[in-house]
């Protein structure tokens, strides 16, 4: 097993708990609203606020990782992640709540910049290596209905927390492993002849690109399971499992977005980039604008837009890769997830606003509105963005 492969497991795993931090509060929100009279509201401001902190986190720790060994930003991003999942896990309040969820937004922050970047810097076939990587973090948020929903719906919410907080502790085992320990003494990366720095201007088409993406995904993993749960009973009557269901459909249509994320990688190179990354945001935000109350249609809709949504992530990781000096990669994934995060974060103000005044569908219909401005963004600024990693002279 060669410390490549190795390396891809190790980060698939942490990608896995990373995206499952992205989507649990989701998960477990109507269970909470109810446990700790929260409104959909406070709850939404809690998501923004929760997010922000997920944001900056990963900015400052992606920027570090440039600097140091990107391994001490994994372990940090699992210990920080346990000690916010056994806090939420022991909330009697409201406070306590808001607490753990900001601890744990923090360290599930920390990953996306570290992880990628590490990938792009130390693998040799990156867009097979990224592939993996989405497939793993979305295996992992497709259990993850099934894991948060049941056990909320059969034990407690705080039981979730606590077994996940338990879950996210072995992915410090990737220390011990000396050769990756070591990955930047064995697997050097080409050394620049020019001092590189990041030239925003040419850059800056790709955070918006990401931004806009972000909002649209968080918004839809954020309320889709409250809002398949309140379709499940809707359409059934009698002693359905409820809970049962909601956790399977979420599930299903998650992992259409492993599925996408896995045949993107395959798909991507520098000839067909482009028209994955626009074609990709433009079909799935036209679909949402299909959302209605019927389930079987959002069963479909739903899988599909996840599909879509998720297959651009190795382009977007790759196009971003392509443009960077390897050794400014953690600060460029930095900046692109951190923004995303900021940015898609108020999808949870916009969801207990729409929500209080309107209706889920009204609000799964705007998130239309990010997808399509992100694929006007491709074939206008992508053809202009230049290889940064190829000149001589930048401005920063």
């Known amino acids: ?19 499952i931090m992205h989507i649990v509060y989701g998960l477990t929100l109507y269970f909470v609203s109810d446990d700790l009279n929260l409104s959909i509201l406070s709850m939404g401001i809690l998501y923004n606020t929760a997010s922000i902190f997920r944001g900056i986190s990963g900015v400052i720790s992606g920027m570090l990782s440039d600097k140091t060994n ?15 999942s056994w806090v939420i896990a022991y909330s009697t309040d409201s406070n306590m709540f808001t607490i753990g969820v900001i601890i744990l937004g923090i360290g599930s922050g920390i990953y996306h910049p570290v992880g990628t970047s590490a990938i792009t810097k130390y693998t040799i ?65 080409p050394q620049q002849k020019y001092k590189l720095k990041i030239d ?20 839809l993993f954020l309320m889709i399971a409250i809002f398949i749960n309140n379709l499940i009973k809707d359409s059934f009557f009698g002693n359905t499992n409820y809970d049962f269901y909601t956790s399977l459909i979420s599930s299903v249509i998650i992992l259409f977005g492993g599925i996408g994320a896995f045949t993107g990688g395959y ?44 297959s651009n992530d190795p382009s977007l990781g790759n196009w971003l890769g392509d443009s ?30 729409l929500l209080n005044y309107f209706s889920t569908t009204i ?17 206008y600024l992508y053809p202009k963005i230049k290889l940064i990693a190829n000149q001589k002279n930048f401005s920063i």
């Open 324 to 353: 960077m000096p390897k050794n400014l990669h953690g600060t460029s994934f930095a900046l692109m997830y951190g923004l995303g995060q900021i940015v898609g974060s108020f999808s949870g103000t916009l969801a207990g606003v």
């Open 70 to 84: 990107f391994l001490y930003w994994i372990i940090l991003f699992a210990i920080l992640s346990t000690i916010g």
């Open 267 to 310: 798909l991507d190179n520098k000839n067909s980039r482009k028209n994955i990354l626009l074609y990709s945001c433009l079909f799935a935000g036209i679909l949402f604008l299909f959302t209605s109350n019927n389930l079987l249609l959002i069963i479909i809709i739903f899988s599909m837009i996840s599909f879509l949504i998720s």
């Open 125 to 189: 076939n990156t867009g097979k290596s990224l592939g993996y990587h989405s497939l793993g973090g979305a295996i992992g948020i497709a259990l993850a209905p099934w894991f948060f929903i049941n056990i909320s719906s059969n034990y407690s919410w705080g039981m979730s927390y606590f077994i996940f907080g338990i879950l996210t502790l072995p992915i410090i085992l990737i220390f011990f492993d000396k050769e990756i320990r070591n990955l930047k003494e064995n697997l050097k990366i």
């Open 1 to 19: 097993m060669t410390k490549e492969f190795r390396l891809n497991i190790y980060l698939s795993y942490g990608h896995a708990l990373s995206d």
């Open 363 to 379: 609000y799964f219909k705007t998130l239309s509105v990010p997808l399509i401005i992100a694929s006007i963004v491709i074939p």
């Open 200 to 219: 925003y201007k040419n850059v800056s088409p790709i955070f918006v690109y990401a931004s806009l993406k972000d909002f649209s995904i968080s918004g």
